[in-house]
């Protein structure tokens, strides 16, 4: 961003100065393309059509607005991709590792942790024991990845609005307000849980094999985006996989349901890659690349619509106004 006496030199207008400002401009639209080209993640079409399809299954036992708000939640899909310009450091810096999380480096802590503090605890102690040889830090947070973390928080915001939401109607008090943030989270949510249907979003062959390789999968740094950007844009849309999502499920224990979601998802990160050799996601692609596409973008919408359907019920459920005190003790952290 030039200061203002620079801007004010740009406007003078010589010929110089205008080819300066032509070159400027180049420069930075080849930045713009160059950053979106990194940023996507089931691409902008894939999000869009994911958080669209589970909004227009929302049931009609669920709140009116939010069922009418299937254009909000649409556009909404997309949303943290739009956080992660080198423009806003400090939050682009942040949550990056919300997007993913490589499962094979967390394979020795099952169950996970159910919060992302005990998670951090965990990591760091491995990347502790590990010897200098062995790549300790891999094991940093970041480098792992937080996905069911930062779901599982938002998920959390959802519930804790839909409450807010139901106390306000009983209480007869406005609602638009809490009506904007519901349609907010739902909408935010969905990103992570579309990131997470996408298997290499939960793998360290997130782009391009590494490691042994029999099979002769792909080692270049392009099937990533090929796969959920480039072939989902020229051939998929939502008409195409929302006849697969069926009417929601309220889960028993949401956060165990989303990690076997993302187990599952990485149990498919092969077949990406045996899709791409065979140039399933080249031009219009093969019906299989289709049929599998079609059906993790499905998955994606399912598991969006029961998060939201269960938030709804369980923010049902009374909880006491303050947490129970419990007797003052010299070890508890004082509240801040
Ligand atoms: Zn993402």
Redesign the pocket.
């Known amino acids: 961003m030039p200061r203002a006496e620079e801007r004010t030199s740009l406007g003078l207008g010589t010929k110089a100065e205008q080819f300066q400002r032509a070159a400027i401009s180049i420069v930075l639209v080849a930045l713009v393309l160059i950053q979106s080209e990194a940023a996507v ?2 691409g902008n079409e894939g ?1 869009v059509a994911i958080n669209r399809v589970a909004a227009e299954k929302i049931p009609a036992t669920m709140p009116r607005f939010l069922r009418r708000a299937v254009a909000e939640i649409a556009y909404l899909g997309p949303e ?2 739009r956080w992660r310009s080198p423009s806003e450091f400090a939050l682009k810096n942040a949550q990056e590792a ?3 999380i490589d499962l094979e480096r967390v394979s020795w802590l099952d169950p996970l942790p159910q919060g992302r503090y005990e998670f951090y605890r965990k990591l760091y102690e491995k990347r502790a024991a590990t010897p200098a040889t062995d790549h300790p830090d891999d094991y940093l947070p970041e480098r792992v990845g937080l996905q069911p973390y930062i779901t599982m928080e938002v998920y959390g915001r959802l519930k804790a609005a839909f409450r807010e939401y139901r106390q306000r109607q009983a209480a007869h008090q406005p609602t638009q307000a809490v009506q904007q943030a519901i349609i907010f989270y739902a909408g935010w949510l969905g ?2 849980v ?2 997470a249907s996408q298997p290499l ?1 939960t793998t360290i062959q997130y782009n391009g094999w590494v490691g042994p390789n029999p099979k002769g999968y792909t080692t270049e740094h392009k099937i990533h985006g090929q796969f959920e950007s480039t072939y989902v844009a020229a051939n998929i849309t939502a008409k195409d996989f929302a006849g697969l999502v069926k009417s929601p499920e309220r889960l028993e224990d949401p956060f165990a349901r989303y990690v076997a979601y993302l187990r599952e998802s990485n149990g498919m990160v092969e077949n990406v890659y045996a899709l791409e050799k065979a140039g399933g996601f080249t031009g219009k692609g093969s019906p299989e690349a289709f049929d599998f596409t079609t059906h993790r973008l499905a998955a994606g919408s399912q598991m969006l619509l029961d998060l939201w359907y269960t938030a709804w019920t369980e923010s049902a459920v009374p909880v006491p106004e303050h947490p129970p005190s419990n007797p003052p003790s010299k070890t508890a952290a004082p509240a801040k």
């Open positions: 993640a089931w999000h943290p991709d919300d997007h993913f990103h992570y579309a990131d979003h």
